[in-house]
């Protein structure tokens, strides 16, 4: 069962061309699914990705020792475009020496713009 995500969709013109909803689930559109690639990546020992302009990593920090959060965050932000974005989980939040790395966009949201190292 999943929540009802329609309000979350209001802001796009035609929501069906994304995703179509189903009894007690969502169904994501063919075409979107053909965009997405599954890859196992560990964010603490593995190289950085590059050139994402997002990336959401929500409910794992809470699940990781302090000393392993601040090498997370240099894979997210290593793995970023200049001015990608970055979504945490709710109740999850930065290591204090990653702050100065990553502009607030929404704090309620948890989402963080990567300004890139010419602002840093
Ligand atoms: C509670 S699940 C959350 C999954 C998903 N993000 C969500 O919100 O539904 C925590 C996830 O963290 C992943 N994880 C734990 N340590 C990790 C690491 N070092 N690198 C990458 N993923 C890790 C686990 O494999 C697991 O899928």
Redesign the pocket.
């Known amino acids: 069962m999943v929540d009802d995500v329609s309000s979350q969709l209001d802001f796009l013109e035609r929501p069906t061309q994304y995703i179509t909803k189903q009894e007690d689930s969502v169904k994501v559109a063919r075409t979107i699914r053909k965009l997405v690639e599954f890859e196992r ?6 190289r950085s990705k590059s050139g994402f302009d997002m990336v ?5 920090l ?3 020792n302090d000393e ?1 959060k601040t090498p ?1 965050f240099e894979t997210i932000r290593d793995s970023l475009v200049d001015g990608g974005y970055m979504v945490i ?1 709710k109740s999850e939040t930065i290591p204090i020496g990653m702050r100065t790395e990553f502009d607030s966009v929404n704090a309620g949201d948890k989402t963080y713009q990567y300004p890139g190292d010419a602002e840093s």
């Open positions: 990546h560990d964010l603490i020992n593995g959401v990593c929500r409910n794992i809470i699940y990781i392993h997370i989980g």
